[in-house]
């Protein structure tokens, strides 16, 4: 394993003022996301919408890196050198058996060829995420247990590989729950996770943690304001993460746009934390410029701009701003 060339992809891809765009949509969400402006999702439509993203004049000031879905990488469409091209290497769902209801990320199967094959087409980063739902008993001890430690495994190869882990627990916003259970179960979940990173001796300092901020449920009546959901958002981060890991890069998990935007900058004003916290927002980034485009070849430069106001509102946000 090469660590400075893995520590300096590491400092890029969280360089001050910057984050991550993730454009990683498997096929099922994309045609979700492309139904919602009334556009297919066949090949050159995803094609051209990540291209128009890719190519947006000026958008490497405050994007330092893209995380790509297979197909986008094999169609070579993130010409612009000054951005990091990364690469979604789990497979998704599947039932985690014996336990109904629960579900655990598949795709360590072949995983080193297929980061061969990744490293040819010229990928630096990995990224993998499992899913957390809040409903009852849910999620489970094993299943927590069987996820954080296939993430453990997917970080080691990938660091084995050349590659900067990216792992992306996400407990969903999905239900009534309030701040509180979704503080208990974050933690649970990134206390887990770092144990088993530990014990496969992954290395902390080249690998990047992407989770949910701290919210409660999008049913639960009672929402909360950035102030807090920054200070219960830390709080957790404190209690469970290393401090040699040395970023944080958030995802945006069906928060709008402003709302998204607006709990960054309320981290990054309380900070007092050695990580540098950013993003790496999917929706969060890209819902104004999919409105924008509505599949139109004329509404490109509108979308474009649109993501760079986007882009640069989350990377003022990194300054607190
Ligand atoms: C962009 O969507 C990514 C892939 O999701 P699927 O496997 O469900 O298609 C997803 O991992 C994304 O990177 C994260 O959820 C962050 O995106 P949001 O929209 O939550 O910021």
Redesign the pocket.
Known sequence: MNNTALTSIVKALIAPGKGIL?????F???EKRFKSIGVDSTEENRRTYRELLFTTPGIEEFISGV?L?DETLRQQVLSNKAIIPGI?V?E?MEDFIGYPGEKITRGLDGLVERLQNYKSLGAKFT?W?AVFTIAGSSPGLECVEENTNRFAEFALISQKEGFVPIV?P?VLMDGDHDIDKCSEITGMVLKMLFIKIKEKDVDLSCLLL?PNMILPGKDNLNKADPALVAQKTLEVLKDTVPSEVPGIVF????QTPDE?TDNLRELNKLRSVSWQLSF??????QEPVLKAWAGKEENRKMAQDAFFDRAKMNSEARHGR
């Open positions: 993730a454009a990683d949509e498997s099922p969400t994309i995380i879905f979604k789990d998704g990224k995420r992306e996400e992407k995802l945006s998990g069906g998204a790496s927002f999917g929706r969060a980034l």
